[in-house]
């Protein structure tokens, strides 16, 4: 089995500020995701990547970059953090061949002070 | 834009009882469906999947998908106190990586 692993676990950071969030997976996969979590709101995709240096963006894209240099690895930039904002970040990846399961990692939770 | 609802929003039941969880989407074109379960801290787990009209039934898991109404639900048979999460309904296209999620139903199970 393999493991996806987010780092920090914690990221508290201040208004405005330039944030940067990692993932590393050991499945082999080719697809990976950026998810946020927020309370009552569900999962919505930030951006995916299919490949290496593949970037697509999701529906909550806006204020966020992303970089996937190498295969095993996704990081997501929050280019200004607001205010007040509290979320977990979630990173997942999944195999291209369709209706396959996507494995999460544990999320990174961002409060913005 | 898929639309994915779930309910309830929130479900407390005792050990033991019947659990149903409910999805609906918007998408008629959907193909792949997908359950998710997670616990407080932790990132979702998939639980079972569904992908053809009927169902499935995996364990004390039974998921039924009819595809004319755009519903699919999620049955847990003699539910645990380890059952105790939120569940999250997924659904996406085939040949499409994007997946949509509701926004979950909260189960707790008293013992």
């Known amino acids: 089995g393999g493991i996806i692993t987010q780092t920090p676990k914690f990221l508290i950071g201040q208004e405005g500020q330039k944030l940067t969030l990692k993932c590393q997976q050991n499945f082999n996969h080719d697809t990976m995701y950026w998810y946020r979590q927020d309370s009552g709101k569900g999962l919505r995709l930030i951006y995916y990547?299919?490949?290496?240096?593949?970037?697509q963006k999701g529906d909550l894209s806006e204020g966020y970059d992303a970089s996937r240099e190498k295969k095993s690895s996704f990081s997501l930039t929050v280019t200004s953090a607001q205010k007040n904002e509290m979320a977990v970040f979630l990173c997942?990846?999944?195999?291209?061949?369709?209706?396959?399961?996507?494995?999460f990692g544990k999320g990174t939770r961002l409060t913005v002070v | 834009q898929e639309k994915v609802q779930q309910s309830p929003e929130s479900l407390i039941v005792p050990e033991g009882a019947m659990v149903s969880l409910n999805c609906s989407f918007s998408d008629s074109a959907s193909q792949s469906i997908w359950w998710y379960q997670q616990h407080p801290g932790k990132g979702p787990k998939a639980l079972i999947s569904i992908f053809s009209n009927g169902n499935k039934k995996e364990g004390r898991l039974t998921v039924y998908l009819n595809r004319a109404s755009l519903h699919v639900s999620l049955h847990i048979k003699d539910s645990q106190p380890s059952d105790s999460a939120v569940y999250l309904c997924a659904v996406s296209r085939t040949g499409y990586q994007n997946f949509y999620f509701g926004k979950g139903t909260s189960l707790t199970v008293i013992p």
């Open positions: 997942a990846s999944t195999t291209p061949q369709g209706n396959t399961e996507v494995f």
């Open positions: 990547s299919i490949t290496e240096n593949d970037l």
